[in-house]
């Protein structure tokens, strides 16, 4: 409902009609954007727009700065939905929604993802990210879903429960549909290691 509100109130904002909420600075291998349809590829300086499914073929890797300086990066043979997203820097107001439906993703939160009421979402297949102005890592990583905290706060949440987590290296998993978030424990460095490599360039 407040998704809804905040997002209604910034597009009946002047000039805040545009479909265009970021574009691609960085692309490894291909990547296409695609919203019903109609599929473009993508390439560096291409724009990003509201509602499109974002989609790495193999071995590609893709990053997207949005217009309030949120960055992106997705691992190959990764989707990811922009459902929703909204600035408006004039009012300092926002929302924005992502839906990963497969893939890893590391994200950095722009000005939307700090607003005192944290107005930005990250939705799985098996749980919701409550974003809280931080960057973290996401994806498949020795479970269905693993999500590492790298600044910030965050909150994991599936219908069987939530864990907070709030310290640099925590993270946690969920072993399937239905599960509730392990309690939060301290990435090795392998572990690390591992959950980086699904989203570094090569070059």
């Known amino acids: 409902m407040l998704l809804a509100l905040v997002l209604g109130l910034i597009l009946l904002a002047p000039g805040a009609g545009a479909q265009e909420v970021g574009k691609v600075v960085r692309l490894q291998g291909s990547a296409e954007a ?3 349809a109609a599929a473009r590829p993508l390439a560096v300086g291409d ?3 509201r509602g499109e499914s974002l989609r790495t073929g193999p071995g590609a890797r893709l990053l997207v700065q949005f217009i309030d300086g949120m960055e992106l990066t997705l691992s190959d043979g990764a ?3 922009v459902a929703a997203f909204a600035w408006n820097a004039a009012q300092a107001a926002g929302a924005a929604e992502l839906a ?5 993703f ?3 939160t722009g000005a939307v993802g700090k607003l005192p009421d944290h107005p930005l979402t990250v939705k799985t297949p098996l749980a919701s990210v409550g974003v809280r102005g931080t960057q973290f ?4 990583l020795d479970d269905p879903l693993s999500v590492l905290l790298l600044e910030g706060r965050i909150v ?4 069987a429960g939530s864990v907070e987590l709030g310290t640099p290296g925590e993270g946690t998993s969920v072993a399937g549909p239905g599960g509730a978030p392990l309690p939060p424990s301290f990435w090795g ?3 690390i290691r591992r959950a980086f490599a699904t989203v570094g360039f090569e070059n």
């Not at 990963?100 to 890893?104: H, I």
């Not at 890592?137 to 498949?140: E, I, L, N």
């Not at 994991?156 to 219908?159: E, P």
């Open 34 to 36: 695609r919203e019903a």
């Open 79 to 81: 989707e990811m939905a």
């Open 47 to 49: 724009p990003i727009r």
């Open 156 to 159: 994991v949440t599936t219908a």
């Open 100 to 104: 990963l439906v497969e893939g890893s």
């Open 137 to 140: 890592w996401g994806g498949p």
């Open 106 to 108: 590391l994200l950095r």
């Open 189 to 191: 460095d392998d572990r």
